[in-house]
């Protein structure tokens, strides 16, 4: 495909981006709550806010926003050999339905990867489903038997 991109989220972009979050709710049988005006008020407030520690790359075909995908940054406790660390955890990785199946959502599994290079961040995670596993084994995610999880709330 031409004129597509992958780059960080400009500010300007936000609200397109909780459109992209709105739709895929919606997409998947999602239950919505209130508006979606007052969801893009509340999800653009929240990612101005986050934005230290939560780092949107979107996927871009003529200037309009079809996919998205976010690397949290966590600090991790310093060791004497390491006094600065921190890890990756990818999350709402979402390219519209008409763009599927075509590697782009590739693109934006390796723009991520790439951004947590930069940062120096020692690992980086991700909860996925079962139909994107393949895209992440692709880019040398793998199963840990380490890495364990507790739900913590219902939900």
Known sequence: MENISVRPARSGELASVAALRWDWLVENGGETVGEREEFVRH???WAEENAGSHRCMVLVRDDVVIGMAWLVVVQRVPTP?????????VQCVYVVPEARDGGLGGQLIQAVLDRARELGL???TVHSSSRAIPAYARRGFQESPRLLQARVASG
């Open 43 to 45: 999800f653009v407030a």
């Open 81 to 89: 050999r390491a006094p600065r660390r921190a890890s990756g955890d």
């Open 122 to 124: 020692e690992r980086v």
